[in-house]
């Protein structure tokens, strides 16, 4: 199985600041990295995929990068809306895991 | 707008069956691979499996031998089997739809989720 780790585990920020949060994947995943946030009480919901494909509907201050086995989410100008618990997941090998998940605090 | 909706029992004895449904609506079940997942309450993620549309499946290994999951196109629904359920299986459980390009894959629609506890 491909293991996916996450850092931080959490983090406090401010409306306005850039958020970096990177996933690390133990083997080689290609371009099979997708982000997710997830809201307390609500399903997850797709903000990047293919390392750095936008989902539709998605705001222009999210991006993604990376390759190989190391992959960044960044938020650049926080908005309230934004604080939530962002995973990363590889679809490139079964079972696709998830990370342990990034919560952003205000 | 493509909708899913879990339904199922939200108790279940230890060791027997575990069964959800979810009702599709709002878009067409083809070429999509139709995921389930669950996640403990205040805990992480995990990926089920999924049936394709054209009926190939993909099981987590380490829930391979308890899990069936089937989709009935006829009736826009995606169905979840998890047999000799203990604690540990108590979760919330999603129904995902994902999509699958060149170099993607990804779970671009979910379920709200349906809290499933397993207790006598």
């Known amino acids: 199985d491909i293991q996916m780790t996450q850092s931080p585990s959490s983090l406090s920020a401010s409306v306005g600041d850039k958020v970096t949060i990177t996933c690390r994947a133990s083997q080689s995943i290609s371009t099979y990295l997708n982000w997710y946030q997830q809201k307390p009480g609500k399903a997850p919901k797709v903000v990047i995929f293919n390392v750095s494909s936008l989902q539709s509907g998605v705001p222009s201050r999210f991006s993604g990068s990376g390759s190989g086995t190391d992959f960044t989410l960044t938020i650049r100008g926080l908005q309230p809306e934004d604080f939530a618990t962002y995973f990363c997941?590889?679809?490139?090998?079964?079972?696709?895991?998830f990370g342990p998940g990034t919560q952003v605090e205000i | 707008q493509v909708q899913l909706q879990e339904s199922g029992p939200g108790l279940v004895k230890p060791s027997e069956t575990l069964s959800l449904t979810c009702n599709v609506s709002g878009g067409s079940m083809s070429y999509y691979h139709w995921s389930w997942l669950r996640q403990p309450p205040g805990k992480g993620l995990e990926w089920i499996g999924y049936?394709?549309?054209?009926?190939?499946?993909n099981y987590n290994p380490s829930l391979r031998s308890r899990v069936t999951i089937s989709v009935d196109t006829s009736k826009n629904q995606v169905s979840l089997k998890l047999n000799s359920v203990t604690a540990a299986d108590t979760a919330i459980y999603y129904c995902a739809r994902a999509y699958s390009g060149s170099y993607w894959h990804y779970l671009d629609y979910w379920g709200q989720g349906a809290l499933v506890t397993v207790s006598s």
């Open positions: 049936m394709y549309s054209s009926g190939n499946t």
């Open positions: 997941q590889q679809s490139y090998s079964a079972p696709y895991n």
